[in-house]
């Protein structure tokens, strides 16, 4: 199952040309979630070739301008477009209040059900499941609520070794198989055994998006052994004071939060526009988790196997 992330923009609060706020594609399956919406998120969904309509939910982690400002654009286009099914909508207290408002002021009758639920980064945990993915909010902190998101892909079946399988076996057989049931007959004689039949299924993958944040290492036990991380850093540790002072990461904090976590791979991004150069941010990175890569815009990640690899870029 494609499990893949597309950065669509990963900028800071102040506009840089070639650079977009922040906002990420999660695809599972046949799923998308978006993850962040800053400005021209819904330009970037289509250079990406989304089709907006396969949307179901959108995760804002808070309501600094640079995540949330183009909520309001993509909603009313999706209304535009004449969508009826149910959206999803999760972020910090406010924007429950802020959006029916611009919407009141705009005269915007939204053609679908759009369903809000708070997020609170004082309570973590599991917040919204669907047929592929569980997701969770975890703690960060920032100058105003903020939560990062953590999705989980569901334990899958085990495979089938169809070569292995008589052709008489029946259907509901074969199920109980799946589900990792060795298959008795009615007075409990052993038909199939299930290892004999089956292989494990693939282990279930975790991405978890943290941005905006603090230094904050009580993070670390939330996000352990997922296998990709992306995880803000806004400075470089020369301006450590400023991070701390502003309530941002450095590069060495990021990675030193993936190295705590043991994770799989670290992204880094939301750079201060004072760094056209990503490379030292990179380095900085690198010399604590040698496993990080920059989460430059346009780019693929498939989170399908490790080591994780880029897989396209459509910038
Ligand atoms: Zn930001
Ligand atoms: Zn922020």
Redo the contacts with the bound molecule.
């Keep these: 199952m494609t499990f893949q992330v597309t950065i669509l923009g990963s900028g800071s ?1 102040f506009p840089v040309m070639g650079s977009h706020p922040s906002s990420q594609l999660l695809t599972v399956g046949n799923e998308h979630f978006l993850i962040d919406c800053g400005e021209g998120t819904q330009y970037r969904l289509l250079e990406a070739h989304v089709r907006l309509g396969r949307l179901s939910s959108i995760f804002i982690t ?1 309501l ?1 301008g ?2 949330y400002f183009g909520l309001f654009g993509l909603l009313n286009t999706l209304s535009l477009g004449g969508r009826t099914k149910d959206l999803y909508l999760f972020g910090p207290r406010g924007l429950g209040e802020i959006l029916p408002e611009v919407f009141r002021q705009s005269g915007t009758q939204l053609t679908y059900p759009l369903h809000f639920q708070e997020t609170d980064p004082d309570r973590p945990g599991p917040l919204w499941s669907t047929a592929n993915v569980t997701v969770e909010t975890l703690p960060l902190r ?3 609520p ?1 939560t990062g998101f953590l999705f989980r892909e569901r334990k899958r079946l085990r495979s089938i070794q169809k070569d292995k399988l008589p052709d008489t076996i029946h259907y509901e057989h074969i199920r109980l198989l799946k589900e990792g049931q060795d298959v008795l007959d009615e007075r409990g004689t052993l038909l199939y055994k299930n290892e004999d039949y089956t292989l494990p299924p693939p282990r279930p993958r975790a991405y978890a998006y943290c941005s ?1 944040t603090l230094y904050w290492p009580e993070l670390v036990p939330y996000i352990r052994g997922v296998d990709a991380l992306y995880h803000e850093a806004t400075f470089l540790t020369d301006l450590s004071e400023l991070a701390e002072k502003t309530f941002h990461s450095t590069a060495w904090q990021a990675a030193t939060i993936a190295r705590d976590a043991g994770v799989g791979q670290l992204l880094i991004g939301h750079l201060s526009s004072r760094y056209p150069d990503p490379q030292p941010s990179l380095a900085e990175a690198q010399a604590i988790f040698p496993n990080t890569v920059m989460a430059v815009e346009g780019q693929v990640f498939d989170i399908a196997n490790l080591p994780h690899t880029l897989v396209s870029d459509n910038k």
Excluded: E
């Design positions: 609060a808070h600094h640079d995540h920032h100058r105003v903020c905006d």
